[in-house]
């Protein structure tokens, strides 16, 4: 397979999997890195968090303008999680354990950063590192299994 067809590939699974969380895009990384010669995995590590970073942050965004045109009950009850979210200490903190371990969920906590109103520039320079980590171990650990075997 052409490494620009398995990266691009990657990328757009990256893009969709940033909006729909059930599309596994940790699998869209280890299978583009066991095609693409070892020089090309740095560029997809990166592509890879940037093609995510870009839907979180239009996640984001939705979740930080789009309540208005909500009906009254869903307002309320956003403004209910929004409350608990306003509790934690760092919001950041959650979005960088969210981004490199799944744990919270990283479509939920993008929401929530976009209800309380992150400041956008630490939500997306948060989320890039933490997906910049997450690919880069995954990366690593496959290029690494590929050479071995």
């Known amino acids: 397979?052409?490494?620009?067809?398995?990266?691009?590939?990657?990328?757009?699974?990256?893009?969709?999997?940033?909006?729909?969380?059930?599309?596994?895009t940790e699998a869209a990384v280890v299978g583009a890195a066991?095609?693409?010669?070892p020089p090309l995995v740095p560029l997809l590590v990166v592509g890879a968090a940037l093609a995510q970073v870009l839907a979180k942050g239009t996640l984001y965004g939705l979740a930080?303008?789009?309540?208005r045109g909500m009906p009254l009950r869903a307002r309320a009850q956003l403004q209910r999680v929004s409350a608990?979210?306003?509790?934690?200490?760092?919001?950041?903190?959650?979005?960088?354990?969210?981004?490199?371990?799944?744990?919270?969920?990283?479509?939920?906590?993008t929401l929530a950063c976009g209800t309380v109103a992150v400041p956008f520039g630490a939500f997306l320079a948060?989320?890039?590192v933490g997906s910049v980590v997450r690919y880069a171990v995954l990366s690593l650990a496959t290029v690494l299994v590929r050479g071995a075997a």
Not at 1 to 24: E, R
Not at 90 to 101: E, G, I, K, M, P
Request: net charge positive.
């Open 1 to 24: 397979m052409d490494a620009g067809i398995a990266l691009a590939g990657a990328l757009g699974l990256c893009v969709v999997g940033g909006f729909l969380p059930w599309v596994n």
């Open 34 to 37: 066991l095609l693409l010669p």
């Open 64 to 67: 930080r303008w789009a309540p």
């Open 84 to 109: 608990l979210a306003r509790r934690r200490r760092s919001l950041t903190l959650t979005v960088l354990a969210s981004s490199t371990f799944g744990v919270p969920p990283f479509y939920l906590v």
């Open 126 to 128: 948060t989320a890039f």
